[in-house]
């Protein structure tokens, strides 16, 4: 029961009635055959407002049961081997960025082929690097875990941080995409063309042949990746 009076009543139609005696709104309520319901009781006047009080629980347990949605694990993969462009890496950290602010966790793996085995420290940087551009909204669940030639890290959102980033981008006048279904799609496309297989088959292969100098083409003039030359220079290629 409503004690206070007045009050500011929103009919049932959602107009502003406006300030009214609290006897006055539950007698209009009765002749609608709904109810007065107090809907925000911590101003003065509260604000009240004429409904049907059983449908309005029923809306708001639907609302509180998607909100509370089970956070799901995605995988993003950092392509098929170590040598995986830099612009490549920081299209991966935003699309984590928006599953964590989503709410879900995710899983980042990054392959190995043949000799770069012997140079794991290089994949473990750069998901340590990965953990350290997200730490603004996340926090790391589980530390690098091998499975044959790929290793992975969990991430999981930390609430109070999301917050505080939402905050920041309604004071920069930014707004959060949170339409995933895009990126469903994309991430799905991404980790198709990696593929699931975990063998290597460059392992056992013979080295190939070098080829004549004289029988090169036309000279390459794309920009060579940092990445593939430091690779090349540790495993000597």
């Known amino acids: 029961m409503i004690r206070i009076t007045p009050i500011r009543l929103i009919d049932a139609e959602g107009e502003q009635v406006g300030v009214v005696e609290t006897a006055e709104?539950?007698?209009?309520?009765?002749?609608a055959g709904l109810d007065l319901v107090e809907i925000s009781p911590d101003i003065r006047p509260p604000v009240c407002k004429i409904m049907d009080y059983g449908k309005y629980k029923y809306e708001l347990s639907k609302r509180e049961n998607k909100g509370a949605k089970q956070?799901?694990?995605?995988?993003?993969?950092?392509?098929?081997?170590?040598?995986?462009?830099?612009h490549d890496v920081g299209i991966r950290v935003d699309q984590s960025r928006r599953f964590l602010i989503a709410g879900h966790k995710v899983q980042l793996t990054q392959r190995f082929r043949g000799?770069?085995?012997?140079?794991?420290?290089?994949?473990?940087?750069?998901?340590?690097?990965?953990?350290?551009?997200?730490?603004?909204?996340?926090?790391?669940?589980?530390?690098?875990?091998?499975?044959?030639?790929?290793?992975?890290?969990?991430?999981?959102?930390?609430k109070p941080k999301i917050?505080?980033?939402?905050?920041?981008?309604?004071?920069?006048?930014?707004?959060?995409?949170?339409?995933?279904?895009?990126?469903?799609?994309?991430?799905?496309?991404?980790?198709?063309?990696?593929?699931?297989?975990?063998?290597?088959t460059d392992t056992n292969a013979e080295p190939k042949p070098k080829k004549d100098?004289?029988?090169?083409?036309?000279?390459?003039?794309?920009?060579?990746?940092?990445v593939d030359d430091?690779?090349?220079?540790?495993?000597?290629?």
Not at 76 to 83: D, F, Q, T, V, W
Not at 230 to 237: F, I, K, M, Q, Y
């Open 163 to 200: 917050e505080a980033y939402k905050r920041k981008l309604a004071a920069e006048g930014k707004e959060h995409e949170e339409n995933l279904e895009e990126l469903e799609a994309q991430i799905a496309a991404q980790n198709a063309e990696v593929g699931d297989d975990d063998t290597d």
């Open 71 to 86: 956070a799901e694990l995605k995988e993003i993969r950092l392509g098929r081997s170590i040598k995986i462009d830099p």
């Open 115 to 158: 000799r770069e085995m012997a140079h794991k420290e290089l994949g473990i940087e750069r998901l340590h690097q990965i953990c350290i551009d997200l730490a603004d909204v996340a926090k790391v669940e589980m530390s690098p875990r091998w499975t044959g030639r790929q290793a992975s890290i969990v991430l999981a959102p930390d």
């Open 25 to 31: 709104a539950q007698r209009m309520a009765q002749e």
């Open 213 to 226: 100098k004289k029988s090169k083409g036309k000279k390459d003039d794309r920009i060579a990746n940092p």
């Open 230 to 237: 430091e690779v090349a220079d540790l495993l000597g290629e």
